[in-house]
């Protein structure tokens, strides 16, 4: 069974960071390009960045590049998004999402998602 589950949000202030998290299983992690997602209340699911299975491509949405950072340990089987620079637009449910394939193009495909983490940005 295919499980992601998320971690590290929470609330920070305009300008801070936070690392997310996301510790898959039930599947073979290296073998898929892996996602972020997000959906600010009210709004659509939002893709925010993907990356490659080995970590060699990356992909970003236009407002996240030079702030957001996606990274993977494959040996730990986790995915994780650095945010730096957030701002009350950042505010929302992160979810982890498994590509059904390998590399940066699956950037809009999802087959597996997580439940998701809360980021509030506020003053």
């Known amino acids: 069974e295919v499980q992601l589950v998320e971690s590290g949000g929470g609330l920070v202030q305009p300008g801070g960071s936070l690392r997310l998290s996301c510790a898959a299983s039930g599947f073979t992690f290296d073998d898929y390009a892996m996602s972020w997602v997000r959906q600010a209340p009210g709004k659509g699911l939002e893709w925010v960045s993907t990356i490659s299975w080995n970590g060699g491509r990356t992909a970003y949405a236009e407002s996240m590049k030079g702030r957001f950072t996606i990274s993977r340990d494959n040996a730990k089987n986790t995915l994780y998004l650095q945010m730096n620079s957030l701002n009350f637009e950042d505010t929302a449910v992160y979810h982890c999402?498994?590509?059904?394939?390998?590399?940066?193009?699956?950037?809009?495909?999802?087959?597996?998602w997580g439940l998701g983490t809360q980021v509030t940005v506020s003053s």
């Open positions: 999402a498994k590509a059904p394939g390998s590399d940066i193009e699956y950037r809009y495909k999802y087959d597996y």
